[in-house]
């Protein structure tokens, strides 16, 4: 059965580090939109030309972001089925999420985008590695909050 505490954590750390990366290209000079629409290159092969500063196309913009949530969703189940059990604590959550997106970062910069969709290498490198520290951060947070009323319940029945 599909866990959604964990489906959403990942969704929520995925639209995290999409706003955390856009906003850094935005500033950067390349573009607000660029990196969405560079995901999309994945699909939309004739995107893999653009010279980095993107264009806003609404095609593009979409798929780019249902692309990076339904990869935030899949790794999000990825890490808490391999690492979130061992690491209980929200000082362990956290940076565990982290540890994981710098090891996710060093396999899609260096394996995959290359492979597949080799338009997103033209984002900066240094802060797409800061949006997957966001990503890992805000999914080992969500991953390790507990609601208060849940905490109030448990020391109830104490």
Do not use: C, Y
């Not at 980095?52 to 913009?61: E, G, I, R, S, T």
């Not at 969703?73 to 997106?101: D, E, K, M, N, Y």
């Amino acid at each position: 059965m599909l866990n959604m505490r964990i489906f959403f954590a990942g969704v929520i750390a995925g639209v995290v580090m999409g706003v955390v990366e856009m906003l850094f290209e935005a500033f950067g000079g390349v573009g607000l939109w660029t990196p969405l629409v560079l995901i999309a290159a994945t699909l939309l092969r004739d995107l893999q030309g653009l010279t980095p500063q993107a264009p806003f196309l609404p095609v593009a913009v979409v798929l780019g972001m249902m692309g990076r949530v339904l990869n935030s969703a899949l790794l999000g189940f990825v890490f808490a089925g391999l690492s979130a059990p061992r690491l209980q604590t929200w000082p362990g959550l956290i940076g565990g999420g982290i540890l994981f997106a710098l090891i996710v970062f060093v396999a899609m910069w260096l394996v995959v985008l290359p492979l597949i969709d080799p338009a997103m290498l033209k984002v900066n490198a240094g802060w797409f590695a800061l949006s997957h520290v966001a990503w890992g951060a805000t999914l080992g947070i969500l991953l390790a909050w507990r609601p208060a009323r849940a905490l109030i319940m448990r020391s109830e029945h104490v």
